[in-house]
């Protein structure tokens, strides 16, 4: 024995509990408009501060305050707001869908929807990004992205153009910027790296933007992805969506306690911001800067966005089991829908009544769409593809075990 005291490890413990509110002190929220706005070219070294800090624009009266407010078309507010809606009633269904056995599982991105909408209004036709599970908000944002044609992948279905080979939720979208989902998480980031360097690599002017979560940074592709894109400036926005949650585990397990992610960008000579997530302006404000750097080449920027993950992690899980039931209701920054649109009506560019009305036409085009996808089939009424079709696609020309096993399944 010696006199010094036995070692001992410390194991981060969410503040909340079930039946134990959460203190959320641990967030260091700003206040709306506190926090500098750097010119577009300033150096990594130069954004630490912005690093521990939270960029926001709308206060709590929904008034844009403080340098990150842009000159931004109301128009284009309202159409986000209407992306949000949209979003949230599409998680809506197919979540009850699943219920209904029609699907086998489904993802929300309830309460984190501004972050994928305001990103994808901020980038231009061409740029790819490479997202997760949770960023159904780039498709939906869009127009020329057909819901009917989401849900078939969904129901796995005759229409499915994934052909039954994906989960749901695992879209696929080439010519709207959006890489196929992997499940094997943080492969994106490095994914999304190299994508942007090839970019600059054929001289083209299209930037990549990658997509993790809170979680999935204690992966080694998250490190590996941002050495690679400091060391060569690549043209990519890093995105880790910190939804406080990964399954059951709480993000100071993966290592944001008493730091933030944005600092681990600093760290690797990466400029980096950390943003409220739920808040619209300020995403899209932040998601416009970091293009504009990665677009004039000076280089790859690391953006936290904090937010909350309101729903289950998927359908097969329960959180009610390791969190409070009414937690995101004291979550500090709030609901990005409730929040823009308090913004709009204060502009006058909105009103209650015509939040109804959208409310209901937008109800509407995701039940209409949702009845036309069903006509090719749902898991429930067994309107399957067929199983030949997982053989195909694979190689040129089938090799023989391939068509032993084929043989054997009879089909
Ligand atoms: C490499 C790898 N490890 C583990 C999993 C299982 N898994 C799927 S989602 C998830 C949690 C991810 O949490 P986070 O990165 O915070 O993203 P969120 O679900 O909160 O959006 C885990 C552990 C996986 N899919 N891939
Ligand atoms: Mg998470």
Not at 20 to 41: I, N
Request: charged share 25%.
């Amino acid at each position: 024995m010696t006199e010094h005291e036995p070692l001992r490890l410390h194991v981060p413990e969410p503040t909340g509990r079930p039946g134990r509110h959460t203190d959320f002190s641990y967030l260091h929220v700003s206040s709306a408009g506190e926090v500098r706005r750097p010119p577009v070219d300033t150096r990594p070294v130069d954004t630490n501060d912005l690093a521990y800090v939270l960029v926001r624009v709308l206060d709590d009266d929904g008034r844009a305050v403080g340098p990150w407010v842009m000159q931004t078309d109301p128009k284009l507010l309202r159409r986000g707001l209407r992306a949000m809606m949209k979003t949230r009633i599409f998680d809506a269904r197919m979540l009850i869908a699943q219920r209904q056995r029609k699907m086998s599982f489904y993802m929300q991105c309830l309460g984190e929807e501004a972050i994928a909408i305001a990103h994808a209004l901020a980038l231009e036709p061409g740029d790819m990004c490479f997202p997760t599970y949770r960023q159904q908000g780039l498709l939906l944002a869009r127009d020329d992205v057909d819901m009917v044609e989401m849900i078939c992948q969904l129901l796995s279905n005759e229409r499915d153009p994934m052909k039954g080979r994906q989960l749901p939720v695992m879209y696929s979208y080439k010519r709207a910027g959006f890489f196929s989902i992997s499940g094997n998480l943080a492969t994106q980031f490095v994914q999304a790296v190299g994508w942007g360097m090839a970019s600059a690599i054929k001289g083209d002017t299209r930037i990549a933007s990658g997509w993790i979560g809170d979680g999935a940074t204690a992966e080694a592709d998250f490190h590996t992805a941002l050495t690679f894109a400091h060391v060569y400036r690549a043209p990519v926005i890093l995105n880790v969506v910190n939804n406080q949650w990964a399954i059951s585990t709480f993000q100071a397990i993966a290592g944001g306690e008493a730091t933030t992610f944005a600092a681990r960008g600093v760290g690797c000579g990466i400029a980096s911001l950390r943003v409220d997530g739920n808040d619209f302006l300020a995403v899209y404000a932040a998601s416009q800067w970091a293009a504009g750097r990665a677009r004039s080449n000076l280089g790859p920027t690391l953006i936290e966005w904090v937010t909350y993950r309101a729903g289950p992690h998927s359908t097969s899980d329960d959180p009610s089991k390791y969190r409070p039931a009414d937690d995101w209701a004291h979550f500090p920054l709030g609901d990005p829908i409730a929040r823009l649109k308090q913004h709009l009506i204060a502009l006058g560019a909105w009103s209650e009544q015509e939040h109804e009305h959208a409310q209901k036409e937008l109800e509407a085009q995701v039940a209409a769409a949702q009845k036309e996808a069903e006509r090719y089939g749902t898991l429930a009424d067994g309107h399957m593809r067929s199983a030949a079709e997982m053989f195909k696609d694979v190689y040129k020309d089938m090799p023989e075990h391939l068509r032993r096993q084929r043989r054997q399944l009879g089909v």
